[in-house]
């Protein structure tokens, strides 16, 4: 039986989309499953998760930095040069049929910031190999993604460390 591959959509303003993402792509390489994560918006450092799946998981799991870090502290030109850098880079991924899982880590700010139009992601989904499961993060996800998504979670945030003042810390947030 082929597997069908999912489209799944972890949003929301609460924290933890990544963390369910990246603990996704965890389940698929301990299944043996090829994975590709991109992350669009984070800087270069190499943060916990990066450091395990480099670790555990040589030639299985690939993570590509995409990102320049947070966008509202940078000149929008060199964020826009980075975004379009990694959807390319998401598009041949994509389109090689080489994974069976692919994260797109914060995918939903590039459609937000009008960076890359909502109806070329779709198309890109729509024209994946079928067996490739899409897992998507970000705040704020588009109506189109939405309705186009198979599994579609919202982290609501209730109560956060920072409103206290303290400041991520290495091996929770990083």
Known sequence: MATQGLVIIN???????STAAF????????????????????????????????????????????GTGFTWQQDMETVKEAALAGWQL??????????????L???TYLIGLGLIPEDEVIALFRARPKRLHLVITGRDASQGLIEYADLVTEMRA?????????????????
């Open 11 to 17: 949003t929301g303003h609460g924290k933890g989309k």
């Open 105 to 107: 880590d914060e995918l």
């Open 23 to 66: 603990g996704q792509a965890l389940r698929a390489a301990g299944q043996g499953l090829r994975v590709c994560i991109i992350q669009f918006i984070k800087g270069q450092a190499k943060t916990g998760e990066a450091l395990a799946f480099i670790t555990a998981f040589p030639g299985q799991v690939e993570l590509h930095l995409a």
């Open 158 to 174: 209730i109560k956060h460390p920072f409103q206290k003042g303290i400041k991520a810390q290495k091996g929770i947030e990083f």
């Open 90 to 103: 998401a598009r041949e991924k994509i389109a090689s049929d080489a994974y069976d899982l692919m994260v």
